[in-house]
């Protein structure tokens, strides 16, 4: 039977990222874990079931959007992308595909809070641009976000560690300059070099900032309303 409730991610991070993240707000169990290297993991949030897909990037998962919508029993599907360089051109992307598979209440311009698109006779859509639906970049600006006050410090050290590499030891290019702040800062902690998800879970973060909140305020109107 094909899965009534979707969500689509670009990689292994977002997934275990989501995982985590659910985990921490709703009442929610594992119908099938991921496993090392698995592209899926299935759970089930306040009796709803879920599951997720690591699609391995955009254009894979742009590519992959004619066979899920297509799905026979597809209810619900949710889209997380990161913006890169522009969330207005990710959004026009994704935009321009649904209008083309017949959505004709896609808004010109993505919300802030993210999209949640209806259409009489297809699946119910939700579009979240990281990190904010606004600005250039990835998931990990959306975690520094999610930094504690009485981390601030410490944090505040990390920054400056990475901004003090010199230019000719640097091998990350200026735009990935806050995930090396982000890589450096999980370097940092108890259990250096922790993934994103497990981050999450073990409170390296905090999963009840304010942008969280409204990450999973979309999530619940997606999937749960």
Do not use: C
């Amino acid at each position: 039977m094909a899965e009534k409730n979707l969500l689509l991610v670009e990689g292994n991070n977002d997934l275990h990222f989501f995982l985590s993240l659910i985990g921490k707000h709703f009442s929610s169990k594992p119908i099938k874990p991921p496993t090392r290297g698995n592209l899926s993991a299935s759970l089930e949030i306040d009796n709803t079931s879920l599951t997720i897909l690591d699609k391995n990037g955009f254009q894979n998962l742009l590519g992959s959007l004619n066979e899920e919508l297509d799905g026979s029993d597809l209810e619900r599907l949710g889209i997380v992308v990161d913006a890169d360089r522009s969330a207005t051109g990710r959004w026009r992307e994704i935009a321009k595909f649904l209008t083309g598979f017949g959505y004709q209440n896609v808004p010109t311009a993505l919300a802030t809070s993210g999209s949640i698109i209806t259409e009489p006779g297809k699946p119910k859509v939700g579009v979240w641009i990281m990190p904010d639906n606004l600005s250039a970049g990835y998931i990990e600006n959306f975690v520094i976000s999610m930094l504690q006050e009485k981390d601030a410090l410490l944090w505040k050290k990390v920054k400056t560690a990475v901004d003090r590499l010199p230019l000719t030891e640097r091998r990350f290019a200026p735009k990935d300059k806050d995930k090396a702040y982000v890589y450096t800062w999980l370097a940092w902690q108890k259990e250096p070099g922790m993934p994103l998800g497990r981050s999450i879970t073990a409170g390296y973060f905090d999963a009840n900032a304010s942008d969280a909140q409204q990450l999973i305020e979309w999530l619940r109107q997606l999937y749960l309303s």
